[in-house]
């Protein structure tokens, strides 16, 4: 016969910083809601776990940035990627919260019903897409607004006729600077995806010259912050 639908109070959409930040106020202001959280990838972080450039780092210093309820520590105040990738993961392990996700489930329906309250949400299980319902009372969406299975592709007439190069539009912050020519040069995974970049930064003048030795740098621009 058909598996009876599980029913959860609160159903986390989402394995990152908003995801473990729901899930730790969830414990501790509403001890008695059943709850989890689902997650697309296979792995916990986020943005911060999908994002492994080179100098990668938070725009927004650690203390604004961190959690209330675990407070930053790090040595660094503009902390790298892997760092907030630590501090991410081992919040989620203090509290036990890194239990209560389920990797590799991908939402692609939500429903609510006014008559049972509750919502009723469909997802699709690991790499065969097997489909799993859940129903909720309450539904929370921290999902970012990243799409991480590819970026964002604009509908250009006649694309599909278009025979030129493939180009890259890098748009940088002034801490990121210094790193233009490690993400831009031939050898990484962005150079021999694209041929061509413009390179955008708030930094004027520094942009311009930052990546002018690495050959794949076509363009540079310089915008005045």
Not at 25 to 38: K, M
Not at 72 to 95: F, H, K, P, S, V
Not at 202 to 223: H, Q, R
């Given at each position: 016969?058909t ?25 501790a202001n ?19 776990d ?8 938070s ?14 520590d790090g ?20 509290e036990?919260i890194?239990?209560?996700i ?13 008559a ?23 539904l ?19 694309l599909?006729?278009?025979q ?14 210094n790193?233009?020519r490690?993400i ?8 021999q995806a694209?041929?061509?970049f413009?390179?955008?930064s ?22 005045t912050?």
């Amino acid at each position: 016969g058909t598996a009876p639908v599980e029913r959860l109070g609160v159903l986390v959409v989402g394995a990152g910083f908003g995801g473990v930040a729901a899930a730790h106020y969830l414990g501790a202001n509403c001890p008695w809601a059943s709850y989890a959280i689902v997650e697309a990838r296979d792995a916990i972080g986020g943005t911060w776990d999908l994002f492994r450039y080179p100098g990668i780092r938070s725009d927004s210093d650690m203390y604004t940035l961190g959690y209330s309820f675990r407070p930053w520590d790090g040595e660094q105040t503009i902390a790298d990627g892997d760092a907030i990738l630590r501090y991410l993961r081992a919040t989620a392990a203090a509290e036990g919260i890194d239990r209560k996700i389920r990797f590799g489930h991908r939402i692609v329906r939500a429903e609510w019903s006014s008559a049972d309250a509750l919502w009723r949400v469909t997802a699709e299980r690991g790499p065969e897409r097997e489909p799993v319902v859940l129903t909720c009372s309450f539904l929370m969406s921290c999902t970012g607004y990243y799409r991480y299975d590819h970026g964002h592709q604009p509908d250009f007439a006649g694309l599909d006729r278009y025979q030129g190069n493939n180009a890259a539009l890098v748009a940088l912050g002034t801490s990121s600077l210094n790193d233009t020519r490690r993400i831009c040069a031939p050898s990484s995974a962005w150079g021999q995806a694209f041929t061509r970049f413009l390179v955008l930064s708030s930094g004027a003048g520094t942009a311009a010259g930052a990546g002018t030795d690495e050959a794949s740098i076509s363009y540079s621009y310089s915008l005045t912050a």
